[in-house]
């Protein structure tokens, strides 16, 4: 009996990019054991060294998660499809703060959201509710521009933005908060200057810092809701760990190419991310934006529904996220919706919780060291691109193995021989272990689990490239193209 697989994007490369694959069996077990058996490279991502299923892995059966039904057991027939969510990375009422008695609307404000006045759900008690309204939006990014731009045109009255990037030429593809004029500008300029423009009427406080243990629990005890825009792991557990212990709802929203998620964590009344994903994956193994791509208007269609989610948190009015999670495949234009559910052994908002206080995030994350400062890299397994550069103009020339896609080459290549790191396995013996290889791809993270590949199968002499083609345009050569 063939049962549907559904493969997330970041899986697809061990599925010769198949999204959807049949495979025989009657239980969620005996169909993970025959896909794995298929696809050999998916097993190290599901499973871990003792046969357990990986806690960044979720597995569901239609829109129910397995481990609500009986696991590996659950059956499956013919019409059920499994579902593998990795981390990417309703119906409840809520108790929104009750508006002051002195929030009034001017005549201009009447006139500004006369045609939110007119319907029921918000109505003039509605409207004073969005204006007494603290929002925080983490990040002024994809999903923040379009958080923004609605939240302030519908009249929220204070949006705080916590971001502290500049605007960079790649961001405009997507962050439409931001113009080709304010490159180079602080993101939380050019976003103040923006909201301002659309709503003159509510005020707009930004905190230009990086989200922290030491500053999370402070700047979000100001808001009602926080927006979690953010595009890294260590971040999204920190915002979710710091909603958790404030008690307040996290609209999250994450995007990787063509594929969103959103949900509303609300440990109060329901599952957070944390009971949904306990750990977070190793670094490297999800890609980020800027090493996947994210297609533009992606960040778009997310972002707007979160901005719907925070409205509606606000107005108290209609079912929310609260225990749904929404995922929407753009490609297939195709919106999915799983349930889920409080986890009464989560560490955070569990039975018997155990974590009671912010932690580490970049080392629960597997990141070491933190970005500020870089880190000291390890002669004998990494090579600067100074170093590499040096080594070139005196004459040596290591043997260059680029293991990023053959689209990113086309763009911007070193000249290197091309083997895509999901193809490596099958083609390693079309090089030399006894030469020394100097291997990249765009930031790094891809060819150190290369290069580890490489060494595990014997090459003894085989270097990354810290930081990528991205540091060599950056510090060597600034005339090749960036992407
Ligand atoms: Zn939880």
Redesign the pocket.
Known sequence: MAIKVLIPTPLRPFTDRRDTIEVEGTTVGEVLENLTSEFSQIKQHLYSDDGTFRSYVNIYVNDEDIRYLAREKTAVSEKDTISIIPSIAGGVDVDMPEVESETQLSNDEVLRYSRHLIIPEVGMDGQKRLKAGRVLMIGAGGLGSPVGMYLAAAGVGKIGIVDFDVVDKTNLQRQILHSTQDIGRAKLDSAREKLEGINPNISIETYETRLSSDNALELFADYDVVVDGTDNFPTRYLVNDAC?LLGKPNVYGSILRFEGQVSVFD?KRG??Y??LYPAPPPPGLVPSCAEGGVLGVLPGIIGTLQALEVIKLLLNEGDTLIGRLVLFDALKFKFRELKLR??PE?P???IDPTIHSLIDYEQFCGISGGAVSEPAIDERTEITVEQLKARLDNGQKPFMLDVREPREYEIVNLGARLIPLSELPKRFKELDPSEEIVVHCKMGGRSAKAAAFLRQQGFTNVKNLVGGIDAWINKINPNLPRY
Do not use: D, Q, T
Request: glycine content about 8%.
């Open positions: 958790v440990s599952p957070c944390r009971c409080k986890n989560c955070i908002c569990g």
